[in-house]
Every structure is written in C-alpha cells, then in structure tokens.
C-alpha cells in the first residue's frame, strides 16, 4: 500500500484544530521538521527520504491543520541541489496512484522549468516485481494531445527500503513550452536496466499513465533569457563564447560556443559573495557548441560571475572569473 493510500485511510477529526494557510516560512519550518523526524536511507545512487506516516505528529507539533497540504515522499528540491531551496510555488502537486502488476505508483509533483519538465515520483513494486537502483522508468510526455520532441531524459531510483523507491526524472524538451497552463499526460512506458541496449528502454505491457493539468505561470514570471554573446578569455589564446543565459528560479543554463575541446568546459558559477555553483548535466556538439544546467543556482535577482577550468578538480583555472550578468 503506497504512503498516500495510507495517509488517505487516516481518520482525523479535524474540527479542533483551525485551519489556515501555511506561510512559505511556516512551510519550511515544517519541512524541516519532517526532514529530521524521516530516517534517511542511503542507496547507491544517492540519498532519499523514507516515508512514513507523520500527518499525526504533525497537526500536534503544530496546532493547525495540513488538510489541504499534500505529504509528498519525494521533493523535487532533494534531487541534486546542494543548498536548501524551496520550489513550492512553483510546483504542480499530484498525489495520485497508478496500479498494474508490477506495483504500484505514485506522481508526486511536477515542475516546468524553461524547456524542462521535472518530475518526482514513488514507487512500490510488488514482491515478484524485479527492481533495484539500476531500474530507470522513463516517461513520455504528451502536451495539449501532442508528443513532444526532447532532447535527453535524466533519470534516477533511490531506494527508501526493500520495496520503495523513489522515481526522478527530468525530461529535456526541443523547445520551452510556451503556454502558462495546459494538459500534460505522463506515461511511464519505458525501463532501462543494466542489460537494455537502447537508449529509449525496454517498453512496458502496462504502462502507469497520468492525465494532469500543470502550470508554469510563476517560473515563466521570473525567467529571463539573456542574449550575450561575450567572449571569455582563455588560456593559450582560445576563447569561449557565452551565447545565451536563461534564469529562472529553479536553474541557469549557459549556452555556449566556440569551445575546441572534445568535452564540455568546466564552467563554475559564483554569486556576488563568492558561493560556487556547480553544473548538474551538459552536452556538447562536435562544432563547439553546447549548454550547461545548474540545477538549485537562480540568479533571477542577483549578479552572475563565471570562470573556466581546465578539468573537474578546480585547481586550475584557464579564465579569469568574469561577472556575466549584472
């Protein structure tokens, strides 16, 4: 039974308590205390929350009530940021349930980022059902009624115990969407093991498929594409140039050019105080070009520093930091 349909079958008598709006500062202290209160279980491919059933503890620790707040066993803002960060604005919280012979799953939230859609979910497979950290279940994406072209498709299962994992994905799209609302159908169709050949996975008889409605309204309000074209000095007389720059408050991505290396440039990011930012994917061409993605690094409302490296250590910079954005 998955943490949702166990939440659900609670009964609580909620006529004691007021109910009221959480504050974003409520909602993180909240979420703090559920982070404390979860014991973290370690995987091999990195670290998630065990879910469990705190709704209870919750409503007594706190004297107000989380009817209307979704528990979610997977945040989006636990994959691969670094620094605490709160994307609850900008989210579409599901919480619904899918069922077919391998198990159960769960879609928890969904953010539209730019030209990326990240999604979080659970799944509890059945006691026949093979599944490790190796699984991948890759989704396809349907918007408006229609296929959408990507790019690439990041994915990652974290165990939470012997039969949970936690589903991550994030789907890289040919072109942002450009609506602020529209229709959205997520179907997990496809698995990719240690032992699929291809790319796109093995496909599945059952499929879990989920028909929602998602917003990206306030991404779209604070993202901005910067047009560039600067140069960046490097060693041995080679240059990079930064085409673009698209902020948004879940990421920054660079698009550059003109790079002769066979490998993407080690291009860290720096905030006005001197905090480093780190990339979390790239790709490159074989004509120079690329783009970068920083994940949890928003420069919406602040100045923006970059220099090169030569390799992943740091120690050797082949730039000088330069201030990008102002």
Do not use: C
Request: charged content about 20%; cysteine-free; overall charge negative.
């Amino acid at each position: 039974m998955g943490v949702y349909k166990e939440l659900n079958e609670i009964e609580i008598d909620l006529g004691e308590f007021e109910e009221a709006t959480f504050t974003k500062l409520e909602k993180k202290r909240v979420h703090k205390l559920v982070k404390k209160k979860l014991k973290l279980v370690k995987s091999n491919k990195g670290v998630g929350v065990a879910a469990s059933a705190l709704a209870i503890g919750l409503l007594v620790m706190n004297h107000q009530t989380i009817a209307n707040t979704p528990f979610i066993a997977a945040l989006l803002e636990d994959w691969g940021v670094t620094e605490r960060v709160d994307w609850s604005s900008y989210k579409t919280v599901i919480g619904e349930t899918r069922t077919t012979e391998m198990g159960d799953l769960t879609l928890n939230e969904v953010i539209v980022n730019y030209d990326k859609i990240m999604i979080s979910a659970t799944f509890e497979k059945n006691e026949a059902t093979a599944f490790s950290y190796r699984h991948q279940l890759m989704p396809t994406v349907i918007i408006n009624g229609e296929k959408v072209e990507t790019e690439g498709t990041a994915a990652q299962s974290i165990a939470q115990n012997s039969s949970m994992y936690t589903i991550y994905s994030e789907i890289t799209l040919a072109e942002p969407v450009t609506a602020a609302n529209f229709d959205v159908q997520i179907a997990y169709d496809k698995m990719h093991t240690a032992e699929t050949k291809t790319l796109e996975g093995e496909t599945l008889e059952q499929p879990w498929v989920f028909d929602i409605k998602a917003s990206q309204l306030t991404v779209q309000n604070e993202t901005t594409v910067h047009d560039l074209h600067q140069t960046i000095q490097l060693q041995n007389d080679e240059k990079l140039v930064i085409n673009r720059i698209v902020t948004t408050p879940i990421s920054t991505t660079i698009f550059y050019s003109g790079f002769s290396s066979d490998r993407s440039p080690n291009i860290l990011l720096y905030d006005p105080v001197g905090n480093r930012y780190h990339w979390n994917s790239a790709s490159g061409n074989d004509d120079g070009t690329g783009e970068i993605h920083y994940t949890g690094a928003s420069f919406v409302e602040s100045a923006l520093y970059i220099q090169v490296f030569s390799n992943s250590t740091e120690d050797d910079a082949i730039s000088e930091k330069v201030k990008i954005l102002n």
